[in-house]
């Protein structure tokens, strides 16, 4: 058997999320669907790094493929990719350790969410349209607060899967750049609807509704009125999935990429 590592990229508008279901096209099943053209009878086993929910979109999901094959990862990519619809892309393939588990070694993630200050014609999709006025600075200031290890049950779905609520976030930053606002976080992992209501709450203080002393009590207390506040998936993206020495994505690296700016 061959193992491969699978970087990928997709926009999520037409999906019902990452994993596999049986009665909804989702990105892992579209794939799956594709390899067992390529494959035809042979046994495989393909998983992602972790789910992405409805919606929600990928710079880099990362992706491993256990099958018997002689195939190159050059010849996999360009076979994949020929039979993927348009909006999901094989960016690259590489050999893999025997071992190597694309979710279970995986030491970080880091996700974007992108907010437009303006109503755009092109980018619905791929945004969250605020028609407030957002007040920056005091976002910025109380996005700090969610540095660190911290019980994010408050915001939070309810998750058979997500075992514990306790958060290491090693990092969050804030840019403007134009009528955009970028919000980058970072950390260990991410539970359902967290990098959504943690978006959601920060809009909430640009818009002088909520406070950091708001922010504190839902971290050190459960409330369920965060959920009020979530996010819609349209601008959210998975930016990269880091494993073992691994280099740091550049922010404005990032911007570009979803936002078609001139470098």
Not at 251 to 257: F, G
């Amino acid at each position: 058997m061959s193992k491969f590592k699978i970087y990928l990229e997709y926009d999520g508008t037409r999906y019902s999320g990452w994993q596999k279901q049986n009665n909804a096209k989702t990105i892992q099943g579209s794939i799956i669907k594709v390899l067992s053209e390529i494959f035809e009878s042979e046994n495989f086993d393909f998983q992602g790094s972790g789910r992405t929910d409805s919606g929600v979109h990928a710079l880099c999901q990362v992706a491993h493929l256990e099958v018997r094959t002689m195939l190159a990862p050059e010849i996999l990519k360009l076979k994949i990719n020929d039979k993927l619809p348009h909006d999901i892309n094989i960016l690259e393939i590489e050999k893999a350790k025997p071992t190597f588990h694309a979710r279970h070694d995986a030491v970080s993630r880091s996700y974007l969410y992108q907010i437009s200050r303006r109503r755009t014609a092109f980018g619905k999709n791929y945004v969250w349209w605020i028609k407030d006025k957002l007040n920056f600075k005091a976002m910025d200031e109380a996005s700090k607060l969610f540095t660190g290890m911290h019980d994010f049950s408050s915001f939070a779905e309810e998750d058979k899967e997500d075992k514990s609520k306790k958060v290491l976030v090693e990092g969050i930053q804030l840019k403007e750049h134009g009528d955009l606002i970028l919000l980058r976080i970072q950390g260990s992992h991410f539970i359902w609807k967290m990098v959504r209501r943690v978006t959601g709450v920060l809009v909430e203080v640009g818009r002088n509704k909520k406070t950091i002393r708001d922010i504190e009590f839902y971290l050190n207390n459960f409330s369920n009125e965060p959920a009020k506040f979530t996010a819609p998936p349209s601008g959210l993206y998975l930016e990269k999935v880091y494993y073992q020495g691994d280099k740091q994505n550049g922010l404005l690296e990032s911007m570009i990429k979803i936002s078609n700016l001139p470098e």
